[in-house]
């Protein structure tokens, strides 16, 4: 069985950057792709990005390109969802999430079959 754990969330002031953590464990060579998520009260959960556990392609939503970025570290069986330019809209809870059938670069819930706890990131104004 695949476990993620997301880390890294906390207080962070606006225009600030944050690097968030996704440690991988159990099978993890049923990884095909990582996927990063956000969500806020009331909304629903809204795709951030993927990179591919092996080539370590990527793929971003429009409102994600440019101050987000995914990675991977196969060798730390680690992901990572680094935000740059931090604003207060940016508050959500973010979770890391792995697709182990092969669906692609996908951008919706239910392409990913396991999901990390989530970790909170607060923007302050």
């Known amino acids: 069985q695949l476990q993620l754990a997301e880390s890294g969330g906390g207080l962070v002031q606006a225009g600030g950057s944050l690097r968030l953590s996704c440690a991988a464990s159990?099978?993890?060579?049923?990884?095909?792709?990582m996927g990063w998520f956000r969500q806020t009260p009331g909304k629903e959960r809204e795709f951030i990005g993927v990179v591919t556990w092996t080539g370590g392609r990527t793929a971003y939503s429009d409102s994600a390109k440019g101050r987000f970025t995914v990675s991977r570290d196969n060798a730390k069986n680690m992901g990572y969802l680094e935000i740059n330019n931090l604003k207060y809209e940016d508050t959500a809870v973010y979770y890391c999430?792995?697709?182990?059938?092969?669906?692609?670069?996908?951008?919706?819930?239910?392409?990913?079959?396991?999901w990390g706890q989530g970790t909170q990131v607060t923007v302050s104004p």
């Open positions: 999430a792995a697709d182990t059938y092969g669906w692609g670069l996908r951008s919706t819930e239910d392409k990913y079959d396991c």
């Open positions: 159990g099978r993890i060579a049923s990884i095909y792709n």
